[in-house]
DNA sequence: TGCGCAAGACCGACCGGTTGGTCTGTTCTA
DNA sequence: TAGAACAGACCAACCGGTCGGTCTTGCGCA
């Protein structure tokens, strides 16, 4: 005989949920990532979850609001650490050092939402698929912000088109969903120092380069001719 | 009443195939684009082409197949060219860049191709899967190659790991598929050249910059102060 | 040139399994 | 004891795939 749980509990952003429910969108985000949304079934998710149709439509209105759900968590988290940078540094080159390092981190931590999220984006529901678009419009419009700004400062060369450099290093950095482990070779670290010193370098004026050179990695002393 | 379309004709490969073939792939191509491979039915297709269920199951033993040509079409090109610019050049600063170009100039031949292929590539079922797979790892042993080449040279900075790197070429192209349009501000041509100059100024040493200049964006004058 | 015919191309009604979602009833908590 | 939390049998719609049949074409043969 099972014993439910009942005990409300609070998630990370404050508000009330119950364990089910979190356990819920947990289970279904590891099925979802292997097998895509449309692979997976409510019974798939009630079963590995341990509970009903019942205790599952409960808590959604339908398999739709969960996939919203988790596409919502990993974008407002995105979103609120790029806020931060903007307010806490106040030269561009910072600011795009601090985004992309907070981006790339992202992955460690939410890297079976951002899969989903990229998977299956395209079967959210118009309702549903609004409110995210809005969020990851405001996302891009901060590196175009930052990389506008870094060119009239001099410290971004401007003959690189701000839309077309924004993308690249959103599809960089993006991608790294496709390929991440925890268990792998590089830490999240030392894969955000990388991404962050060749987009530096790609980008900063010669300048800019010099002034800014603890962002970037070490040289190691080249030798003559090997 | 309907004429049948009898006519074999021959694809880009030279391969025997017949108009309906054709286009019930291209139609399915943009539905699949635009509604995802799970969002489209058989009934749809076949709607959309003019033809009939029976139609359809005549060249294609399941739906899976059909998902499974388009991503053979777009995935056998790419790999086509990187073979020849790995042939053709003869330095991997050249051959690099010369995979670049290439790999980015395919989103505007392949966009739809492409974009099914990386929103559904979960949902191919193994016996297909297997194909493609190899494909896809041959292009990234490709890219890894040059750049293992490249650092052994000396024309590619040597604290940059390798794999990272290639991913974040991988990536930053690759995202490509979910902004590009034809009818857009910039031509695909001048994409490609962005994307070389911020991988080539982020990856090369100092000298080769100064030896492949020709590869990379004009600097315009630097103004003092401005 | 015309005829007969086999084989490929295509049609579309139908089927069986699946799936998201519902509904009634039961258990737990405050 | 009210109402929230959950259980699980049930259902209607849908969807990939089948199958018997029809139409068209190309070819051997006279």
Redesign the pocket.
């Known amino acids: ?8 509990t609070k998630n990370g952003k404050g508000e009330i949920t ?4 979190e356990k819920i969108i947990e289970t279904s985000l590891k099925l979802f990532e292997k097998h895509g949304f ?1 692979g ?4 798939d998710i ?1 079963e590995a979850c ?6 599952f ?3 959604f209105q ?3 609001e969960l996939l919203y759900v988790i596409h919502d968590k990993f974008i407002s988290y995105v979103l609120t650490r790029a806020f931060e940078a903007k307010d806490t540094y106040d030269t561009p080159t910072l600011q795009l050092y601090a985004i992309i390092q907070s981006f790339v981190k992202v992955f460690d931590l939410y890297k079976p939402h951002i899969s989903v999220f990229y998977q299956e984006s395209l079967y959210l529901k118009p309702q549903f698929d609004h409110l995210i678009k809005k969020k990851r419009d405001q996302y891009k419009k901060i590196i175009f912000d930052v990389i506008n700004e870094g060119q009239q400062k001099g410290e971004f060369r401007k003959e690189l088109a701000p839309e077309i450099t924004g993308m690249s290093i959103l599809g960089m950095v993006n991608w790294t969903h496709k390929w991440y482990r925890r268990d792998g070779e590089k830490t999240i670290e030392e894969i955000a120092a990388i991404f962050s010193d060749i987009i530096l370098n790609g980008i900063l004026t010669d300048a800019a380069i010099d002034q800014y050179q603890q962002l970037l990695l070490e040289k190691p002393a080249m030798k003559p001719n090997f």
Chains 1, 2 share one sequence.
């Open positions: 005989m099972k014993i439910y749980d009942k005990i409300l119950s364990e089910l429910k449309h997976v079934t409510v019974k009630v341990g509970t009903s149709k019942g205790g439509y409960h808590h339908s398999k739709d």
